[in-house]
């Protein structure tokens, strides 16, 4: 029996260009045509920021798919959704506990409240889990602030992901990672999870790189990037833990300024999922990553330190400015009114410096520890059984 899956990031931002997609609308309806003569079981989409937009690809493809599940979260919502021919036996949602930071406005990942999600489907008798995910964007590798969020979404999501899906008959994680194949994140998906990246193990080997990102033939790839990226950049992901994978051959066109990921799984009439019969091995772990990835988290820690000394610093800073221009109107009777404003956005900038650098970064800073605790406890158990 072959179960065939689909993973596409549709960036459909739904603001007018360039503050949100370019051809939103236009691609929205070729997606829509190329999709209803397709043969996929699931189809894994990101970057549905508009539930409408999920709900009227959902009523094109009734015919086919008809079952769906759009994730609900955060502000703008997760902008992840589903697609599947088969019945959803049911659904859940995990929001990651780091999801970028509330003052960065210019970003859109706290906002959006980042998730995986999951759907348990009834297929042939067989219990098919499958997660999608859409991790926090990486913006600038040279110097990444959102680096030890992106740690802690990756471990959460392994464990997330190892711990809820030991009664399904197979498992099958697909998304926008927003990670490259030799980043540490991939690693901490692939061998805490215990899972096998598709395109990695598919049956049909040849010289494509199996980029989905920034890719030189897509016509929505900034030129800046092609020099950056000649090649482009592999973000997107199928995953599994067992099963025989193959690369469908791709159409051309472009739906997204990302490529879709497709993969077929041959599934044994045994109560596991096997690759040619045999089951694969559980993946190893290994002490070099977790270290690696404790320290990130550490460095995070710190910088949460310092960045709630720095807000304390401007809270005490405004309001000072307050006190100081508690007479100017007095002084300078025609300056009232922008004095007023003045101090009422103070007053706003106060109120805000208080919450994050109490509120916000305590949150942080305990996410971050709780991430350092499970790393540790990760070395613990390596150590004796070594």
């Known amino acids: ?15 007018p260009y360039p503050l949100g997609s370019k051809d939103r609308k236009y691609r929205l309806e070729k ?16 970057e549905l920021w508009n539930e409408k937009d999920f709900l009227y690809l959902h009523s094109e493809l009734l015919r086919r798919y008809r079952h769906g599940h759009y994730f609900h979260s955060g502000f703008t919502g997760s902008g992840v959704g589903v697609l599947s021919a088969h019945k959803i036996k049911g659904t859940l949602i995990h929001r990651y506990t780091l999801n970028g930071f509330a003052h960065h406005v210019h970003r859109g990942d706290w906002f959006g409240g980042k998730i995986v999600g999951m759907v348990e489907l ?8 499958v997660y999608t995910t859409h991790l926090h964007a990486e913006y600038n590798r040279e110097n990444d602030l959102y680096l030890p969020h992106r740690i802690a ?27 490259e ?12 999870g215990n899972l096998y990246d598709a395109w990695v193990n598919r049956s049909n080997m040849d010289d494509r790189d199996g980029m989905t990102c920034e890719r030189p033939d897509n016509i929505y790839t900034p030129d800046y990037m092609r020099k950056l990226c000649p090649e482009g950049k592999r973000l997107d992901y199928i995953m599994y833990q067992s099963g025989k994978s193959c ?12 490529v879709g990921v497709t993969a ?26 977790l270290e690696r990835s404790l320290a990130i988290v550490e460095e995070g ?30 002084v300078f009777p025609s300056l009232i009114v922008a004095v007023e404003i003045s101090r009422f956005i103070l007053t706003l900038f106060i109120g805000f410096c208080l919450w994050h650098g109490i509120v916000g970064l305590t949150m942080e800073r305990k996410a971050l520890r709780e991430t350092k605790h499970t790393i540790r406890n990760m070395l613990n158990i390596d150590s004796d059984l070594s």
């Open 264 to 289: 077929t799984f041959s599934l044994s009439g045994e109560d596991s999922t096997s690759v040619e019969g045999e089951c694969l091995p559980k993946v190893p772990l290994s002490n070099a990553f």
């Open 31 to 46: 997606l829509c045509e190329e999709l209803k003569d397709s043969d996929y079981d699931v189809i894994c989409l990101q």
């Open 122 to 129: 009834d297929w042939h008798g067989k219990d098919i889990a």
């Open 181 to 192: 194949p030799d980043d540490l994140g991939y690693l901490i998906i692939r061998y805490v």
């Open 247 to 258: 690369i469908v051959e791709p159409k051309p066109g472009n739906f997204s300024d990302h």
């Open 1 to 15: 029996m072959k179960f065939k899956l689909l993973t596409l990031n549709v960036w459909l931002l739904p603001y």
């Open 153 to 179: 979404q990756c471990f959460e999501l392994a464990q997330f992901v190892r711990y809820t899906s030991r009664a399904a008959d197979m498992i099958l994680l697909a998304g926008d990672f927003n990670i």
């Open 301 to 330: 820690e710190v910088r949460v330190l310092w960045d709630r000394r720095l807000f304390m610093a401007m809270c005490i800073i405004a309001l000072s400015l307050i006190i100081l221009t508690i007479n100017l109107e007095n």
